[in-house]
């Protein structure tokens, strides 16, 4: 079922959750709704859902209007981060609960019910399970069952809001990884909420970057992390160092005198000496010993963090352009590296941007 989000706007008392969204998702496709707490995207997921009632816009499934059918005519399951399991039910009754609510005519016999509910705790791996009762189970394990009893009723869509939010570092990765092949074997339009960005791009098909009640891109993980659209996908996206400095003619200065770094913004090249920001990830930065008369970013080494083959440099700049504060640049290189050059807390060393990508404040064109 393809799901079309047309003009939508939602406002609480003074807060202003939406602001005219408007998105497509098709059929079959797994999306993922990123961004900061705030954002906007649970409560755009509740108004898909049909949970929240939009103050203008419409939304499409499969190009019909259900902006105001109602939530148990959608055919939509939803797992929530703490959607709690009947307590007093084993596994196999949460699973089945669904199912045995349903209107008399459309209630399937005791014999479908248990081969449905057998078949959905296979394919989330814990039909051994099935007697057991919630407070029996981890939590990873609760989430799954969580997401057997969502599709118990054969949803059309399928509504995650941040599904693995409460469990641990190591159980998100793996049911990350469930989750991804779960949704290919099964092919339901699904949609999830998460602020984590890792989680998005793991799993998505594409990601919905959203801020401040609007969507600021759309894409595939590959290409929001590529070409960020914007300055806050850049910043959202992962570590980013932000360098201040001027743009003129298809080029970037990054501080004064003999030490400034001269980025080429070709795609600036109709700018004149506009105020700039260049986004450096930090592993696109070079990092050298300092000698006298070296062109680049001069910093002292103030702290450096080696985990596995990562050695994470966090640097002191010693001569932040006008008006910008002190701060860290981060930088990462390999731990061989490091060892290699023998860099030492406290040393003086040089950075270079091996890669920007440069956003232009009040530019105007020639």
Request: charged fraction near 25%.
């Amino acid at each position: 079922m393809s799901i079309e989000v047309r003009n939508i706007h939602k406002q609480f008392g003074d807060f202003q959750a939406l602001r005219d969204v408007s998105l497509d998702i098709h059929s079959g496709e797994l999306v993922a709704l990123l961004g900061p707490s705030g954002c906007g995207k649970t409560t755009l997921l509740r108004i898909i859902a049909g949970l929240e009632t939009a103050d203008a816009g419409h939304i499409l499934f499969s190009g019909e209007d259900t902006t105001h059918v109602h939530v148990r005519e959608r055919q939509v399951g939803f797992v929530f981060q703490h959607y709690a399991l009947f307590r007093h039910m084993t596994v196999f009754e949460n699973v089945a609960f669904g199912l045995r609510v349903k209107p008399r005519g459309q209630r399937p016999s005791e014999d479908q019910i248990k081969r449905k509910v057998h078949d959905l705790l296979s394919l989330v791996q814990l039909d051994w399970l099935a007697d057991r009762y919630p407070s029996q189970l981890s939590g990873g394990q609760r989430q799954r069952i969580a997401l057997a009893r969502a599709l118990a009723v054969e949803p059309k869509v399928l509504l995650l809001d941040e599904p693995f939010g409460a469990l641990d570092a190591k159980v998100r990765k793996e049911l990350r990884r469930w989750l991804r092949r779960l949704h290919e074997d099964l092919d339901v339009t699904s949609i999830f909420v998460t602020h984590d960005q890792e989680e998005a791009l793991e799993v998505a098909d594409r990601v919905v970057l959203m801020n401040s009640g609007r969507v600021e891109q759309v894409g595939s993980p590959q290409q929001v992390w590529d070409h960020p659209a914007s300055p806050f996908v850049y910043g959202f996206l992962g570590d980013v160092n932000l360098f201040h400095g001027r743009a003129h003619e298809g080029e970037m200065q990054i501080g004064a005198d003999h030490h400034a770094v001269r980025l080429a913004t070709p795609e600036h090249q109709s700018v004149q000496d506009a105020k700039a920001f260049a986004y450096v990830r930090p592993h696109d930065l070079e990092v050298s010993r300092y000698s006298s008369g070296d062109k680049g970013i001069v910093a002292k080494l103030s702290r450096a963090i080696v985990v596995g083959p990562i050695a994470r440099l966090e640097l002191e700049a010693l001569n932040p352009a006008p008006g910008e504060e002190e701060r860290i640049i981060e930088a990462q290189i390999s731990a061989q590296t490091f060892d290699q050059q023998g860099f030492k807390e406290g040393e003086t060393l040089v950075v270079n941007p091996r890669k920007a990508r440069v956003f232009v404040a009040d530019a105007h064109a020639a």
